[in-house]
Each structure stands twice: as C-alpha cells, then as structure tokens.
C-alpha cells in the first residue's frame, strides 16, 4: 500500500468528517455520498465494534476516498488499523508509545494536541501535522493565533465542538489545513440511510475551500 504525505491527506478535503459507524453495512454507501458531494478524507474512528470492518469495506469499494483510523489510544490500535488498510491515523493525544509506533513505521500519523507541551512532544518525535482537540474547549481560535508564533511551521487540523460556521472561521487560520467534524454526518440520516442529505451536507462543506 502507496502510503500518503498526511499535508497531502489533510490538504485533500477542507473537513475531516469524523465518522461513527455501528453498521459496516452502511460503511460503502455512506463513503459514497461523502464523496460524491467533494468530501474524500474520512477518518473512521474506533468508537464501535464495526469500525475495522467498514475501513475495509470502504477501502475494497471506494477507491476515490482517502481512509483513516480516529480515536487511536494504543500502539496495537496503529497495527490493527493498518491490517485492516488504514491510509493514515489520528489520535485524541499524544504519548512517546503513540508517536514513536507511528514513526516507526513511516505511517501517515495526525497526533491529538491541546497545549504547547503536546506540541512539543509532537515536535520531538518528528511531527509538524497535528490535530488540535478538543478545539473549542481548548481555547479554539484564539489559542490558534497564539500558537501561530512559538509554532509558525506547524499545521493543524482543529477538532472539537466545530459546525460549518465555525469551520468557515478556522479555515481562514494560516496554521489550519482543514477541520475535523461530525456535523456532515448526522447520526440521524446515517440511520435512516438518508444518502442525499449526507452528500449535500458534504458538497456544502467542500465548498469550505473555495469561501
């Protein structure tokens, strides 16, 4: 597997839809509509059972999209998302055993940061991509702006509490690449398998990058 630069991974997609699947069932049809409506990055995080299934699903039937792993907390979580064909992975946090796994194996790797420290550590194992979580909670914009200056060459993907209004704002950050957010994939039309609402709601917010 060819494996991405993750600027490359972040810069494909204005938003990151950040994706809870309970059914891998609906895995394929719901990648389908994100990216026919401009939205090809999706992380699939590792909050149900179904997650690894639906990455593979996703993987062997939608070759358009760019498919990584969320909601990695342990070393044999960055393994078994790569057995199952992860692309990338993301993470809530960051520690030595984390980063150091992901570095090891040259994969495309988005650590959680929240404070300079974070960073930091980020910094020391090699990284200079990060997603900034939980956003909002951890100060949002304004703490962007201040971290703009001990941090110029860092790019972030902020995460946490953001809904296209709030991503239109971030986007205009010259440290954010793109946005993390669950507001184009309601849980509500995912279960009723409302595929049209899911790809205007992801050609609105691929329309992010041109506003």
């Known amino acids: 597997m060819k494996l991405m630069n993750i600027h490359d991974i972040m810069k494909a997609s204005p938003v990151m839809p950040v994706l809870v699947i309970d059914n891998p069932d609906q895995a394929v049809p719901l990648a389908n509509a994100l990216v026919a409506g401009g939205i090809r990055t999706l992380e699939v995080t590792l909050r149900t059972a179904a997650a690894l299934d639906a990455v593979r699903r996703i993987r062997a039937a939608v070759p358009d999209a760019i498919v990584g792993v969320g909601t990695i907390t342990r070393v044999t979580d960055i393994a078994a998302s790569i057995k199952a064909g992860a692309q990338f992975g993301v993470s809530p946090g960051a520690t030595s055993a984390l980063l150091g796994a992901a570095r090891a194996g040259a994969w495309p790797f988005l650590p959680g940061v929240a404070t300079p420290s974070d960073i930091l550590l980020a910094i020391e194992h090699g990284f200079d991509a990060m997603k900034f979580f939980p956003a909002e909670a951890a100060g949002g914009i304004p703490m962007l702006k201040s971290l703009a200056g001990p941090f110029a060459n860092i790019r972030f993907c902020p995460t946490g509490g953001i809904d296209l209004a709030k991503a239109r704002e971030y986007l205009k950050q010259p440290n954010v690449t793109c946005?993390?957010?669950?507001?184009?994939?309601?849980?509500?039309?995912?279960?009723?398998?409302?595929?049209?609402?899911?790809?205007?709601?992801?050609?609105?917010?691929?329309?992010?990058?041109?506003?």
Do not use: C, F, Y
């Open 179 to 211: 946005v993390g957010g669950s507001w184009l994939v309601p849980s509500a039309a995912i279960k009723a398998n409302d595929w049209n609402t899911l790809e205007q709601l992801a050609r609105e917010a691929a329309g992010l990058r041109e506003a």
